[in-house]
């Protein structure tokens, strides 16, 4: 039984996937923290995820395995953006504020642990009610 079809197993792998790409994002902008010229970065919002997920993206198509495809993180409808939020620009041109991406890391890690738990708990649900409780 493939459980990704099911609404909330598949709901709860996505939000997992998009916050393994941020938090990749997030440990790349902590790491160049002291470059010069580097832009904060984000991945785009989860809702845009979804609905690429459930319209045709716009843009290119690998029509061949050897193709490069946009993007970074692998999972389709996650963009790298630059951070909105990124506002401070240090003399070096550098708008990482290591604050903020502390807080962003941690925030992340906390929404990863509730979508997983949530799938645990649906699973268990799920075999509950196909068990009987045996």
């Not at 197993?9 to 902008?29: C, E, H, I, P, Y």
């Amino acid at each position: 039984m493939n459980l990704s079809n099911l609404s909330i197993f598949g709901l709860a792998s996505d939000r997992m996937t998009w916050l393994a790409a941020r938090q990749k994002v997030t440990s790349q902008n902590v790491a160049n923290a002291s470059t010069p010229d580097f832009k904060a970065r984000d991945i785009s919002p989860f809702e845009s995820m979804l609905q690429s997920r459930t319209a045709s993206a716009p843009g290119l198509a690998t029509t061949h395995a050897k193709h490069l495809t946009s993007g970074t993180s692998g999972a389709p409808g996650i963009r790298e953006i630059d951070d909105p939020l990124a506002e401070k620009m240090k003399l070096d041109g550098n708008t990482v504020v290591l604050e903020d991406q502390t807080i962003r890391a941690a925030d992340t890690s906390d929404q990863y642990r509730m979508a997983a738990q949530l799938y645990r708990k649906s699973y268990d649900l799920l075999t509950l009610s196909v068990t009987g409780g045996r």
